[in-house]
C-alpha cells in the first residue's frame, strides 16, 4: 500500500476504539469490525466500518446517516490510510484477545 501524500499525512490520525463484528453479514462484503476514528485533533468519527471484499482486499466506510446515505466520504489516499491504520488497530485488537487452549 503506498503512502498518502504529504499534504494528506495526519499525524494525529489514530483509532480510537475497534469492535470485531460480531456477525459478518450476507452481503457482498465480510463485515470485519466497527471503528472510531480520530482523525484529526480537530475531526472524529464514530461508527467507521472495515469490510473485506470477496477477492479479499479491505476497505472502510464512514456510517450511513438517515435514509442510508454515507456520512462522510474520503479521497482515495485517505481511504487507503484509514483502512490501513484499521487494519493494524484490528490486528492488534485481535491479537491481544485470543486465548489460547491452555488459558482458558
Known sequence: MRLP???LRLPDMRITSMTPAANP???TMRHV???DLQLSADVAIYGM???QT???RHVSYAPTALGGRRAATFARPLAEAITAAALN???EHVTAHVTHPQNA
Open 25 to 27: 453479514g450476507g452481503g
Open 49 to 51: 466500518r472495515l469490510l
Open 5 to 7: 501524500p504529504a499534504w
Open 89 to 91: 488497530s484490528y490486528s
Open 33 to 35: 469490525a466497527t471503528f
Open 54 to 56: 470477496s477477492d479479499g
